[in-house]
């Protein structure tokens, strides 16, 4: 083994549920799954990460389920290296921009 230091060690790691897009929503709520299209939050999250200069010290990524599970939603977990966890369910679409904003604030 060899421990390394990634660079998200000074930031923290968003954890998208990628069971909710795949197959909660579109199986449960076929009209959200229409509205929400191809938009991908965790993809979002990391094109805007980067176009803002976070990429790197924050990382988005996708995760199984979480078991925080509500209709129609996402269930987002931020983890900072210092503090407490912070776990919520986002509409995709409409609390994406507050989502960005919340991560940035716990992870900068």
Not at 27 to 49: C, N, Y
Not at 79 to 84: A, N, S, V
């Amino acid at each position: 083994m060899q421990p390394v230091r990634p660079k998200w060690a000074d930031g923290g790691l968003v954890l998208v549920c990628e069971r909710c897009f795949k197959e909660r929503i579109p199986e449960e709520d076929p009209d959200v799954a229409q509205r929400i299209g191809d938009f991908h939050l965790r993809d979002w999250l990391k094109e805007r990460l980067k176009a803002e200069g976070h990429w790197g010290k924050i990382r988005a990524i996708n995760t199984s389920c979480m078991d925080v599970c509500a209709r129609g939603r996402v269930t987002v977990a931020i983890e900072p290296q210092r503090g407490e966890p912070t776990v919520m369910i986002v509409d995709p679409i409409a609390d994406r921009d507050k989502l960005y904003r919340v991560i940035v604030e716990k992870l900068k």
